[in-house]
T-cell receptor, first 113, second 113 residues
Framework: GENVEQHPSTLSVQEGDSAVIKCTYSDSASNYFPWYKQELGKRPQLIIDIRSNVGEKKDQRIAVTLNKTAKHFSLHITETQPEDSAVYFCAASEAGGSYIPTFGRGTSLIVHP | KAGVTQTPRYLIKTRGQQVTLSCSPISGHRSVSWYQQTPGQGLQFLFEYFSETQRNKGNFPGRFSGRQFSNSRSEMNVSTLELGDSALYLC????????????FGQGTRLTVV
């Protein structure tokens, strides 16, 4: 089955800095890579996703890159703000039919004002 | 459109007891997945139901079981509770289609004492 590794487990940055979270996956059949943000005491919510036919996707201050050859994908957050503080999960899945994402263990991002 | 609803929000049980958790998906969604979330372990996949059938199963002991009803509502049961079962249990529903977002419920916080 799919295995997703996520690093770092904790990331502490100053407000305004950039943050990068990296994930690797093992199953070459995976073709859909969502990122979820979970604020303290709240449910995980999708913030951005990327499909395997695209190398990069941006949405305002967040972007995701995908390297299919190396089987890794990354989340980039620029100009971080205190409200970006949360746990971020990457996931990988093979879309089509059964959609079951395998999640990484999460990265706790702390943005210091 | 109502979101994913999980009940109860909090539960305290004693070792050896059993517990049933409920999840009502977004209207029209037929896939319901269950996850166990513990600190440092991320989101561990339990099982997925689609149209009343278990379609996928994670690596959890047989004490963890589930079912789905004709209205897509799902229940998860844990028998002979152990202290290590203390966790946040999240369910997520997804629509049909090749690539669909998983929408999470608020979760049920289970504490086993």
């Amino acid at each position: 089955g799919e295995n997703v590794e996520q690093h770092p487990s904790t990331l502490s940055v100053q407000e305004g800095d950039s943050a990068v979270i990296k994930c690797t996956y093992s199953d070459s059949a995976s073709n859909y890579f969502p990122w979820y943000k979970q604020e303290l005491g709240k449910r995980p919510q999708l913030i951005i996703d990327i499909r395997s036919n695209v190398g990069e996707k941006k949405d305002q201050r967040i972007a995701v890159t995908l390297n299919k050859t190396a089987k890794h994908f990354s989340l980039h957050i620029t100009e971080t703000q205190p409200e970006d503080s949360a746990v971020y999960f990457c996931a990988a899945s093979e879309a089509g039919g059964s959609y079951i994402p395998t999640f990484g263990r999460g990265t706790s991002l702390i943005v210091h004002p | 459109k109502a979101g994913v609803t999980q009940t109860p929000r909090y539960l305290i049980k004693t070792r050896g007891q059993q517990v049933t958790l409920s999840c009502s998906p977004i209207s029209g969604h037929r896939s319901v997945s269950w996850y166990q979330q513990t600190p440092g372990q991320g989101l561990q996949f339990l099982f997925e139901y689609f149209s009343e059938t278990q379609r996928n199963k994670g690596n959890f002991p047989g004490r963890f079981s589930g079912r789905q009803f004709s209205n897509s509502r799902s229940e998860m049961n844990v028998s002979t509770l152990e202290l290590g079962d203390s966790a946040l249990y999240l369910c997520a529903s997804s629509g049909t289609g090749l690539i669909t977002e998983a929408f999470f419920g608020q979760g049920t916080r289970l504490t086993v004492v």
